[in-house]
Every structure is written in C-alpha cells, then in structure tokens.
C-alpha cells in the first residue's frame, strides 16, 4: 500500500519567515495530495491540494510543489504568522476513484510560529 | 452552517461498555470516513462508506463496527471498549468524481474516554 513520510516532526519559525515541509510518497499512481490544518482540538480543514497533472499551485501565502518523477511535494508558507500555528498533516490518494478511495496521511509536523 | 455533524463532543464510556458515535452530514456526499486520531498522531481510517458498500481496513480490529443507513447518517459503533480506545473519532464525507482526488470534509470529532 501507500506510505507518506513527512518532515519535519517540528518546526520553529519567527513570524515573518518562510516554512517549508516536504513528504515523498511510495505509489506512483497516486494523483491527489492534499495539505491539512489542524488546530489543537479541532478538525483538520483543508488548506491547499495539488493533483498529478500540476507542477505547482499557489494560494496567498501558501503553495504546493510537486515532482512526480521523485515522489516528492511541498508546503511553503511565505511571511508566517502566529496563527499559522497548528500541525499539517500531507496526505496522498492512491486510487481514481471508486470503492478503493481514500488518503494516506503522513505523520505531521507541529509548526509554531514565534512573534 | 454544519456541514458534518458528530454528537457526541465529548464520550465517556466504561471499559467494556459499548458506545455509538454518530455522525450526519448536509452536503449529500456519497463517501462517509471514520478515522481514529490519538495524540500527536495522524489520523487512521478505520473503515469507509462509499455509497452503500462498506471497505474496512486491513488492521481495524473487530471491536469496532459501522453502520450507514442512509446517505446523511453513519454510526461508529465500539462492542467493547479498551483504555486502548480512548481517542478522537473523527467522521469526513467526500463526494466521488471521475479522476478521482476530492476534498474530505471533517467533522469535529468526538473525544472518547474510557475508564
């Protein structure tokens, strides 16, 4: 089956900076990759996706890469905020659809932003 | 405006004794998700609905059973919970298209405590 592996675990940035996280996934065929948000005790909400027939997609201040050929996409967030504090999961679908569908999560990575 | 729905928020259950979470949803999708979430973890699916079919996860342990008796409604239902069990239950909707890749929703959660 699918594997997402993601890093890193933390990340400690002072506002304003950039972060970046990074996840590689193992099945070839999956064509979908979403980034979630969970704030302490909430849901996770969706905040970008990507999907395999894009290189890169860009909303404000968040973007998403994506090599197919490495197995390889990125979270970058440009001029961080406090609120952008929470954990992001990246996740990868294995499937086109059908009774198969769901995500992969990799493990999440804790983003504190420091004022 | 809801658009998934779990009650409880908050469970509390003896060990042993089974428990049904709940969940509804108003966007008519025709895929429903339960995850297990523990802390610092990412969320695990336990098993899906898509329309009527149920696909269960390889390594869901027999404990944990669902129903879905219609397209709004899915019920998470725990035989006999463990301390194990203790954890966020979260239930997601997605509606399917060809190709594949759309967005889950997530529901709030229920945290369960068993003692």
């Known amino acids: 089956g699918e594997n997402v592996e993601q890093h890193p675990s933390t990340l400690s940035v002072q506002e304003g900076d950039s972060a970046v996280i990074k996840c590689t996934y193992s099945d070839s065929a999956s064509n979908y990759f979403p980034w979630y948000k969970q704030e302490l005790g909430k849901r996770p909400q969706l905040i970008i996706d990507i999907r395999s027939n894009v290189g890169e997609k860009k909303d404000q201040r968040i973007a998403v890469t994506l090599n197919k050929t490495a197995k390889h996409f990125s979270l970058h967030i440009t001029e961080t905020q406090p609120e952008d504090s929470a954990v992001y999961f990246c996740?990868?679908?294995?499937?086109?659809?059908?009774?198969?569908?769901?995500?992969?999560f990799g493990k999440g990575t804790l983003l504190t932003v420091n004022p | 405006d809801a658009m998934v729905i779990q009650n409880p928020r908050y469970q509390v259950t003896q060990f042993g004794k089974p428990v049904t979470l709940s969940c509804s949803q108003t966007?008519?999708?025709?895929?429903m998700y339960w995850y297990q979430q523990k802390s610092s973890q990412a969320p695990k699916l336990l098993f899906h609905y898509y329309d009527k079919d149920f696909n269960n996860e390889a390594d869901t342990p027999d404990n944990f059973q669902s129903r879905r008796p219609n397209t709004s409604f899915c019920f998470l239902d725990i035989r006999s919970p463990g301390l194990g069990d203790a954890a966020m239950y979260l239930c997601a909707t997605s509606r399917d298209r060809p190709g594949g890749g759309v967005e889950q929703y997530f529901g709030p959660g229920t945290r369960l405590t068993v003692t």
């Open positions: 996740a990868a679908s294995i499937t086109s659809g059908g009774s198969n569908y769901k995500l992969t």
């Open positions: 966007l008519n999708h025709n895929v």
